[in-house]
């Protein structure tokens, strides 16, 4: 999940002239309430679920390879300036709020999920290729490789600034400011008028988000809460290896499950650790269970939507024990009650299920297990 160091879509690069570049950073209107998908919960603003164009959603959220894709998707906008039950309908429909002034838009955009399979490739979207001119398809992947590494190297003298220091929200948003302000100084030095462009292509790759879906045998949802009270799924996007190539969603998933949180298996009276290696011969990871969703990103960047897919997988609370492995990505966990995910109504508070209520309602009309 949440990884702060995957993605940066909140800055704003202005490249002002071919000879000198100006990083500007604008406070965003949804700065200090952000989205769910980051490492100190500052990743981006909140997302509203959009299915306009999610038919393939199983090319979006990395490499086609099934024709198997359930519940196609019919978008249907209601407009509205009262607070009613168009906001927050009994479906699940996610409201759009404007953090700003703490009021709702006028728009509501209703959604239902696709059900699909766990992609067995990932690829670069060609957007990305195209933005930095200049350059061909390996120098891109490069830059991209070089500013990642980058990015994990800022991260790094910040958790070490922090290492004694209670991760709260001040502090979350403080750290992400110290961030901010060095990756811009970073990107301003290094790719001068490409900057922008270099930016926006790091945008793109952030807007792909695969994660995992943990129900108990009571139905409810296994979700994180960052130090916002956003509350989501393990989850974060993919990075790229060393080798040049995308991470598949299934080596995100795992990645990030287990950056996020400490497994245990009770099995026979015994305890085992899960990791990446041995989690498979525990738990049915079924590639045909993979759900994706698409939300607006709020950037006028590529297709300016989001796309979150999550593998659903079964677990029975009696075995299986989880646990936070910090405190830096989020300061909780919980069961969470699919209903009370679909019903919470936030009015013109910060929605904390925004990323989870559409993956709820699908899994209620569409039961899977």
């Known amino acids: 999940m949440a990884n702060q160091k995957d993605d940066v879509n909140d800055l704003n690069l202005n490249v002002m002239s071919k000879e000198t570049t100006s990083l500007e ?192 045998k009571n139905n409810q949802i296994l979700g994180v809460q960052n130090h916002y009270g956003t509350w989501s799924a393990p989850k974060g996007h993919p990075k790229i290896k060393d080798d040049g190539t995308l991470e598949i969603p299934l080596e995100t998933i795992l990645r990030e499950l287990f950056e996020e949180l400490f497994i245990e298996f009770e099995e026979d009276k015994t305890q085992i650790t899960i990791n990446k290696n041995n989690i498979d011969q525990h738990l049915d990871l079924n590639k045909d269970n993979f759900v994706g969703c698409g939300f607006n990103s709020r950037t006028d960047i590529d297709d300016g939507i989001r796309h979150i897919g999550l593998l659903a997988v079964r677990a029975d609370e009696k075995k299986w024990k989880f646990s936070l492995k910090d405190n830096k990505e989020n300061k909780d966990w919980a069961w969470l009650n699919i209903d009370d995910i679909i019903r919470h109504r936030p009015g013109n508070r910060h929605d904390k299920y925004h990323t989870l209520r559409p993956f709820a309602q699908y899994l209620k009309n569409n039961p899977m297990f």
């Open 25 to 216: 950073i604008l406070n965003h209107k949804n700065e200090e309430i952000n989205d769910d998908n980051d490492k100190y919960a500052v990743e981006e603003v909140e997302s509203d679920s959009n299915t306009k164009d999610l038919s393939n959603i199983e090319q979006l959220i990395c490499a086609p390879d099934s024709e198997n894709i359930n519940q196609r998707i019919h978008a249907e906008e209601v407009s509205t300036d009262q607070y009613d039950a168009l906001l927050h309908p009994p479906d699940g429909s996610t409201n759009l709020i404007d953090e700003t002034n703490g009021t709702h838009t006028d728009s509501v955009d209703q959604y239902q999920c696709i059900k699909t399979r766990l992609p067995e490739d990932c690829h670069f979207p060609d957007s990305v290729f195209k933005l930095i001119r200049g350059q061909n398809q390996q120098e891109v992947i490069n830059i991209l490789l070089k500013v990642e590494e980058e990015k994990e190297k800022i991260w790094s003298g910040i958790d070490k600034k922090y290492t004694n220091i209670p991760i709260t929200k001040r502090i979350s948003s403080k750290m992400y400011r110290e961030f901010k302000k060095a990756y811009n100084w970073y990107l301003s030095k290094e790719y001068s008028t490409q900057a922008k462009s270099v930016h926006d292509a790091q945008t793109i790759l952030g807007n792909l988000s695969s994660g995992i879906l943990i129900l108990n």
